[in-house]
């Protein structure tokens, strides 16, 4: 009689993980590594060479594909726009597909993963998803806000809260009709045409909502509490909570004593960043921050410039203490305001530690990011690249002196609380490699909406 099969939990699985090069999408999935390997998993990352003394830092194996400086691409010569964000859009993510693939591909046969993580712009698992060759299941861990088609037509990017009536959807609709036109097509047709020079058939739906669908399973980094109402929900897609990123290796900055002080003597603190993306023009929220602030005496401001030089901004208030980096596990508790220019990790945080936010950013996937705060209620979204010294100033008073923001990012901070995103990851995991090898979709394959899932 043949023995039991061995369940995952008792066994050493096989995890690729796959990263865009990108701080905030590598620093999640090297958390999901480091746990997986301490209970015994093997786990081999790839991404960019760039990343390989932080993913060995980690204690995990690392492999490179060349993504050439395209995940951090920007496209200057243009403003704010639909334009601006398509060039960067396929230059950062689907440019670099079918070398994804291809290093994927050439992965599973070296390697024989049992399931491989990949963050969710890592778009070089779409070609896998949609052949209908045999594949190892495809995790897809989300890096920001959930990206379905919604049901009141409004269109992904602008930041629209959910419409309030027939009035709002309508014109909802024509902005969405816009925006198709300008951006959500051509990027569809653009991937589409990367698929096609691989054999490979057409998208399903629009490019985010099949990054959102197509994998076997789909994890959101956040509580059902900051995401709207999308009706039913894909079947693959899960809430886990917050996905902490590992603490940075940097020791704590010569003036957290002050902190500690403020923090004991009930002086608020306002902590102001603008990522490690975004932050090549401090003037845009950094210093505008500091420059309202400075002469509130009553106020302790910390400021991070996400690994660019304390040098780089134009001056330092009295009452400001600045580092390159910031251990946000252990300051974010001690913070009474985040400022930020809405960076969904960061923002992530903040909440799962109930502090409330102001926020100022277009760029990227702020725009959505931001108005979320203000729609849920945990925060003000002055809903611009550039807010005014004056506009701040007034934001960050408001949001210390009105009790409702704090309660409302206290309840954000008790939904983190329920959910332990670890626990459910690994899980989720066992359960998609005891599943086995499946296969794509292929052609022709039905997709559900938001509406319909």
């Known amino acids: 009689m043949p023995a039991p099969p061995v369940s995952r939990k008792e066994a050493v699985m096989k995890i690729l993980i796959a990263a865009t090069p990108l701080t905030g999408h590598v620093n999640p999935l090297l958390a999901i590594g480091r746990a997986a390997a301490a209970r015994g998993d093997e786990v081999l990352v790839l991404t960019d060479a760039a990343f390989r003394p932080r993913v060995e830092a980690a204690g995990l194996r690392f492999t490179a594909y060349p993504d050439d400086h395209a995940a951090e691409y920007r496209e200057t010569a243009l403003p704010a726009g639909p334009e601006r964000y398509r060039r960067e859009f396929e230059r950062r993510f689907i440019d670099p597909m079918p070398v994804q693939a291809a290093t994927l591909r050439r992965l599973i046969a070296e390697e024989g993963p049992d399931v491989i993580v990949a963050g969710s712009m890592f778009l070089g698992v779409l070609p896998l998803l949609l052949d209908t060759a045999p ?204 400022v930020t220019n809405g960076g969904y990790g960061s923002v992530s945080q903040a909440l799962a530690s109930g502090v409330p936010i102001v926020s100022a950013g277009l760029t990227e996937d702020k725009a959505e990011v931001n108005a979320r705060i203000g729609w849920s209620g945990v925060g003000l979204n002055l809903a611009t690249n550039t807010p005014s010294v004056e506009a701040l100033g007034a934001a960050v008073t408001r949001v210390l002196d009105e009790p409702a923001f704090r309660r409302r990012a206290e309840a954000m901070r008790a939904a983190f609380e329920a959910r332990d995103a670890m626990t459910g990851i690994l899980t989720a995991l066992d359960d998609r490699a005891n599943a086995g090898p499946v296969r794509g979709a292929g052609p022709g394959m039905a997709v559900p909406s938001a509406r319909s899932a």
């Open 135 to 338: 594949r190892p299941p495809i995790v897809t861990v989300n890096v920001s806000f959930l990206f379905l088609e919604r049901p009141d037509h409004a269109p992904v990017g602008l930041g629209l809260p959910p419409a309030r009536d027939q009035a709002e959807r309508v014109r909802y609709a024509a902005l969405k009709a816009g925006m198709d036109a300008a951006f959500a097509n051509p990027v569809r047709a653009y991937a589409d045409g990367k698929l096609a020079a691989l054999g490979l058939p057409p998208l399903p739906a629009s490019l985010p909502h099949s990054i959102v669908v197509l994998p076997d399973l789909f994890l959101q980094p956040t509580v059902p509490g900051f995401e709207y109402d999308y009706g039913a929900l894909p079947p693959g897609l899960r809430f886990i909570g917050l996905l902490q990123p590992p603490a940075p290796p940097a020791p704590l900055p010569d003036w957290w004593p002050e902190l500690e002080a403020a923090n004991a003597a009930g002086k608020p603190v306002v902590l102001v960043t603008q990522g490690t993306l975004a932050n090549d023009d401090f003037g845009e929220l950094v210093e505008p921050t500091l420059a309202a602030l400075a002469d509130r005496d009553d106020l302790l401001v910390l400021a991070t410039t996400g690994g660019r030089p304390v040098s780089a901004l134009q001056a330092i208030p009295a009452n400001t203490r600045v580092s390159c980096f910031l251990p946000f596990r252990e300051l974010l508790p001690r913070v009474s305001v985040l």
